[in-house]
């Protein structure tokens, strides 16, 4: 996950593409944006976000949930956006999912949702009935 983000801050599209796995069947959703399939439409999408500039993601409060041999992870996301006025903050919801390879951990998906500042305040107390 830090050599995700990493690669996101940097622009570096090899990076990035290095962390995720093989398969046909990845997927990554934008906030906002529909669902894409596999590495060459992921790929396009950071492309063409890289090519405005990089992405000042920082990801905060990681909530894991492992399992034998994929991990899933709950991050909100603070993104840093620069504009004339200085930098503001935009915050994103994101879960993203790892799976165990012979080349070691890969993301296999990515779902990111538009946040807001008072996601970075959790509420995690357990409700007395899930359904």
Known sequence: EAAFYDALQS?????L?????DEDDIVCVHPGGGRLV???AIRSTFDT????????????????????????????ERIEVLTEEGPRH????????????AQGWRLVA?????GTSS???EVSETPPVLH
Do not use: Q
Request: aromatic share 8%; proline share 5%; with cysteine.
């Open 17 to 21: 593409m290095a962390c995720w796995g």
């Open 90 to 101: 935009a915050y994103v919801i994101a879960t993203n999912v790892y799976h165990e390879t």
């Open 49 to 76: 976000m890289f090519s405005n500039g990089t992405i000042r993601a920082f990801p905060e409060k990681v909530r894991k949930i492992d399992a034998m041999s994929a991990s899933v992870h709950n991050v909100l």
């Open 38 to 40: 596999g590495p060459a």
């Open 110 to 114: 990515h779902h990111a949702s538009p």
């Open 119 to 121: 996601e970075m305040h």
């Open 11 to 15: 622009g570096d599209i090899d990076k």
